[in-house]
């Protein structure tokens, strides 16, 4: 693989960093991985954070490879930033070559229910409110 995309962060970083080609690029950008379950557990913070592996300088380049963060929640100011980013991503789906993964529908009545799945860690993809 030429990237690799891991919003789950903590041990699946190791993971994602084993993927890409020499010369590829592991981005990191979320660590949901932290938040399981209905109540945060510190325990199970301080694990994930101490399963996060060390990238030194001399390690990516031994490995050939690059590792790189983005917290999209901190460049909402960045309006001309994340407008070249979002025209980037739909010109990607318009020619066909991004597929998102739609987990399941709910209408916004059904809110509560759209988000306990997502809590409950059940959806595989996106989880979409729609009017109705």
């Known amino acids: 693989m030429d990237l690799v995309i891991d919003p789950l962060g903590g041990k699946d970083w190791r993971k994602g960093y084993s993927l890409p080609r020499p010369a590829g690029l592991l981005v990191t950008c979320g660590f949901s991985n932290l938040a399981t379950g209905e109540r945060r557990s510190l325990p199970r913070i301080l694990w994930q954070l101490a399963r996060i592996p ?16 983005v917290h999209p929640g901190a460049l909402w100011g960045e309006i001309e930033l994340m407008g070249e980013e979002l025209r980037a991503v739909l010109e990607l789906f318009e020619q066909g070559r991004v597929h998102p993964r739609v987990d399941s529908v709910f209408p916004f009545a059904r809110a509560a229910d759209a988000h306990r799945r997502i809590q409950e860690r059940k959806n595989v993809g996106k989880v979409l409110l729609v009017p109705g």
């Open 54 to 69: 060390r990238f030194s300088p001399l390690r990516l380049v031994n490995d050939n490879r690059a590792v790189a963060g």
